[in-house]
């Protein structure tokens, strides 16, 4: 049963990460950049080349002392956030510029408190826990009402939910309902598509303003059909039945601790980015883990998957 394990838990993630590059591949709306033409191609498999190491080095490493770096990790990443904050790139205090490379720290915080909750719990036991979420909580509740109270966020949330979505002419005019705007023309799109075509004249008649497909999972779904959400659900659902599988088979409240956590930080932005193609939840520009992309979270999501192999390998499963 490891090997099974081991092999659903690789496939399953190259499959969301090939299917990430060839959609970057094909898009015809990036032109050429820093790295020249299909830079964003480019951009995207050096982050997976990082993340196939990153996966390596918690396998390698064991889960005992892969465990014994939540500390430092926990440590790094609060000073990626207080450099965040006087950052000059305009990201809401969410990102670290490191001369080319734009690290996002939000996307680091969930791999990053699954595994210091679960060195804390390993340490210290479930007491400790109890008043580290309190803590936690309080902490986290500052970055947490900055992001909700963005002027962009809140814009585009109350024209989705007042019920009259803003016309293309508002949308030129106001770059928060352009988003709101573009949600919609994509959800409409997708629903008038075919299963193994684009909806073409569809998204030539009512052209997306700007780039702001960059991170919407619905702009591959239009590339390619319907089969490409359908094909990414395929590989997160074997990705959540690794990690359903590990939790149910070992004993260790530590290991389950980075499960439950690391594996809200893969599957909330899968499911969050579904929901906004199919019109369900108003546009947050979330990110799908690997698909369509995101460096950093690209890496993470590497990363947390070799943690898991490690627990398996630890564990025997």
Sequence with gaps: MKK?????L???VALLAAMG???????????SGMLGEHWRFKRQLCWNAIGMVGFCIPLLAGWARWLRLAPALAVVWLVLFAVSQFSPHDGGGCFVLLGPIRLDVFAML????S???AWILHKLGLRAIRMLLVVGASILLVPTVRIATNANRVSRVTAWFSGNPPTKELAEQDVSL??????????????ASHWFSANEAYLKENPLPGRLTFAMPAAASLTFGRWFLALTGV??????????RVFRTTTDYA???FLVVAGLGVFAPAILGVCECFGVTPMLYTCMPLVPYSGTLALMTWITIGSIAAIVEDDHV
Aim: proline share 4%.
């Design 4 to 8: 099974t394990v081991l092999c659903v």
């Design 10 to 12: 690789v496939s399953s």
């Design 21 to 31: 590059l060839v959609f970057l591949w094909c898009c015809p709306e990036w032109h």
């Design 110 to 113: 969930p791999f990053t408190l």
């Design 115 to 117: 595994m210091l909750l």
């Design 178 to 191: 352009s988003r709101a705007w573009a949600q919609m023309t994509c959800v409409k799109a997708v629903e």
């Design 235 to 244: 590989g997160f659902a074997a990705l959540m039945w690794c990690f359903v």
């Design 255 to 257: 290991k389950r601790m």
